[in-house]
């Protein structure tokens, strides 16, 4: 199959996950956009803060499912040196640009290596620092050098493509189910922007043609509905759930 032939099939298995209805159907076109990538396996990976205190991690596996339960028994993905370089990091990069920092470092990449990831492509997907969302696609490889190639130009490209249309199904995702869970009003989730906008009380008043007490209470018992100490925090988890986002 051409590379032209690869590049088609990847391109319509990526336009086909905004049309995903659930889980299981996002992974199947995860698998097969990762095959007409040339990868050997691929993993999606997110850390969503709830709170203050705890954080929502989800991870998809497009790959030897042996990898994934061993993987799980080493320790969670976001503590793995290809998440931490997702953390620092806005732009791809391969293996050979990971640090291996601490002790268990050496572990968790041997053991994708021996998985189909000997060398890998590690996307993260860009979002606001400030709520503190964190995702990385990898794409991996028994190729050690398929990465590095200069004309592998069209596999970076894709990948990108790809690992922005996961963060856009996962933001459409935990944003209905948030808003579910929380009751939210299309009002609330407007006083919840210019929160995170850093509006204060008044000038949101003045914003919404309430008065400064109002906007007071509302907040308080949307930080109740949201399960958060203060409307910072409130506005903090709508970003990170994407529910903030203009679409």
């Not at 964190?134 to 990465?147: W, Y």
Request: proline residues 4%.
């Amino acid at each position: 199959m051409t590379a032209e032939n690869d590049s088609a099939r990847a391109l319509d298995a990526i336009t086909r996950i905004a049309s995903a209805i659930d889980a299981p159907e996002l992974l199947e076109c995860l698998h097969v956009a990762t095959d007409a990538l040339g990868a050997s396996g691929s993993l999606y990976t997110a850390s969503i803060p709830e709170n203050e205190r705890e954080t929502l991690n989800l991870s998809l596996y497009a790959c030897d499912p042996t990898f994934a339960q061993q993987q799980r028994q080493l320790g969670p993905l976001v503590d793995h040196p290809w998440f931490r370089f997702a953390r620092s990091h806005s732009m791809p990069g391969t293996h050979l640009e990971v640090e291996l920092t601490h002790d268990s470092d050496a572990a968790a990449v041997a053991l994708a290596a021996r998985y189909g990831f000997r060398a890998c492509l590690i996307v993260p997907v860009s979002q606001s620092a400030a709520a503190n969302r964190v995702e990385m696609l990898c794409l991996g490889s028994d190729n050690s050098t398929l990465f590095e190639d200069p004309q592998t130009a069209r596999i970076r490209t894709l990948a990108r493509a790809l690992a922005g249309e996961l963060h856009d199904w996962l933001s459409r995702y935990l944003s209905a189910r948030l808003r579910e869970a929380a009751r939210l009003q299309p009002s609330d989730i407007e006083l919840l922007r210019m929160e995170y906008e850093g509006l204060g009380t008044k000038e949101i008043a003045q914003r919404t043609g309430m008065t400064s007490a109002s906007v007071d209470s509302r907040f308080q018992r949307i930080n109740v509905r949201m399960e958060c100490a203060s409307r910072k925090a409130s506005a903090r988890r709508a970003a990170a759930y994407g529910l903030l986002e203009k679409r």
